[in-house]
DNA sequence: CGCATTTCAGACCATACAGTCTGGAATACC
DNA sequence: GGTATTCCAGACTGTATGGTCTGAAATGCG
């Protein structure tokens, strides 16, 4: 029999993902990936594949959190604008650090090449998913009779991922968040109808 | 006296901001670049520094490019409203491979060095522009009576840029018109208030 | 025409980096 | 305790890439 791995590998992968999401693909280097997650080569290779494999699976990770943490926010019966008020003004508050590592599957997403297939599937997939997660906040609340009856409930869920992508590029150049918050604010009103 | 150049370094600018335009800065290589433009690795060198040079004049070159236009359509006194429908229309309208392109700065935000503080600074600048163009011309609105005296000119100019940058990254994976378009129609909404 | 100067072309160099290989250490089972 | 198996550490390799150097060609002015 063989001996145990010495290393979380879920924990090592958080510590990889941190590195992607602080520079990105190109300059995450192996040389650093490997110090930060304070393992062999050889570990990384045998454990996660190649690079490419383990900068997927940090994607992965990342969207499990993310989503997860989002599914709780809006399981909580709470009104959906008031969640949404949150998330934005939540988003709007983030330290500088936080708003200038911003959003690392909107990073993927734009540093991607275009002709990259897999990582494309996988990033659509994801905000098919979100849009998903704002949808059914939004269908239930208008079956609860709190949202206008023919309020769209895909237009909004989609302008509302579209509008959170739009905060994370900004917030990354400018970290200011009365600015921020003006944009919440104009993009919350949305709701009112 | 010395030879004149054989090459327009404008147009081979052009056809450089075009490279990085479909490949970022990382993956654009020289020799890529030097094939493109059409001109030898010295003449680079000697008309543009190095590649990050290089870089930074075709980013200059894409912005006086983009805002120009965007001062054209705003210049021409049509209602405002009118205008960020066309201009959200149109983008809506683009076709797949103009949506994969996306736009260039909105990658070079994406895919930058958060410690960059020169091309930090230069796309802070540049987002300050587009929000002054699209400033004055709410204010010019407004002062005509069109649109509602207490609208909030600066949080509506910051919103749309958002909601493009937005509706950009979302292009860029999922070039789908009528979810483009459903999102424009939200941003929109905006304006009649 | 001839010279000074700049451009062009491509060989060349240094470096960084992903990925592989090798040898030794640790560990679980017999 | 011995042995098979897996892990760890780091040397090594091949390659791609940005950037420099050298020499030759072109060109404008005197």
Redesign the interface.
């Known amino acids: 029999m063989a001996r145990r791995k010495e290393f979380d590998p879920d924990q090592a992968l958080a510590k990889a993902m941190d590195v992607f999401w602080?520079?990105?693909y190109?300059?995450a280097s192996l040389e650093l990936l490997l110090r930060e997650m304070g393992i062999a080569k050889q570990s990384l290779y045998d454990t996660y594949g190649d690079k490419r494999g383990l900068y997927m699976k940090a994607l992965a990770y990342y969207r499990r959190q993310t989503n997860d943490g989002l599914r709780g926010l809006f399981a909580a019966g709470r009104p959906v604008k008031e969640v949404f008020a949150k998330l934005l003004f939540g988003l709007s508050a983030e330290s500088k650090h936080q708003h200038?590592?911003?959003c690392l599957l909107?990073?993927a997403?734009?540093?991607r090449?275009?002709s990259d297939a897999t990582l494309?599937e996988f990033?659509?997939d994801n905000?098919a998913e979100v849009e998903g997660i704002f949808r059914e906040a939004l269908l239930r609340e208008r079956r609860a009779g709190e949202l206008s009856r023919n309020a769209?409930t895909?237009?909004?869920a989609?302008?509302f991922?579209?509008?959170?992508?739009?905060?994370r590029?900004?917030a990354?150049?400018?970290s200011d968040r009365k600015?921020l918050e003006?944009?919440a604010?104009?993009?919350l009103?949305?709701l009112d109808?």
Chains 1, 2 share one sequence.
């Not at 991922?161 to 905060?167: A, L, S």
Request: net charge positive.
């Open positions: 602080r520079l990105g190109e300059n200038e590592r911003g909107l990073s997403n734009l540093e090449d275009t494309a990033l659509r905000q769209d895909k237009a909004l989609r302008f991922t579209v509008t959170i992508q739009g905060m590029a900004m990354r150049l400018r600015s003006q944009v604010r104009v993009a009103a949305t109808q």
